[in-house]
């Protein structure tokens, strides 16, 4: 599976843990919700400043968010 798939697939995972739409999540990210979406699909690469923000927004680390890719 490919990196991007796989880092869509853990980031859906730990939204839903929280019970957030992709628009709640956006949000709290200061990101819009088509990218989060693309972000989600494996569509986007994410830049390391986008991770950062996606991480805090999730209350975990970099490393967490990327942890089981």
């Given at each position: ?12 995972t ?20 088509t ?7 494996g ?27």
């Amino acid at each position: 599976m490919d990196i991007r798939k796989k880092f869509g697939k853990r980031l859906r995972t730990l939204r839903e843990e929280r019970g957030w739409s992709q628009e709640e999540f956006a949000d709290r990210a200061g990101l819009h919700r088509t990218y989060v979406s693309a972000v989600e699909r494996g569509v986007r690469n994410p830049t390391l400043s986008v991770l950062e923000r996606l991480a805090k927004a999730l209350g975990v680390s970099m490393a967490e968010l990327v942890q089981t890719i």
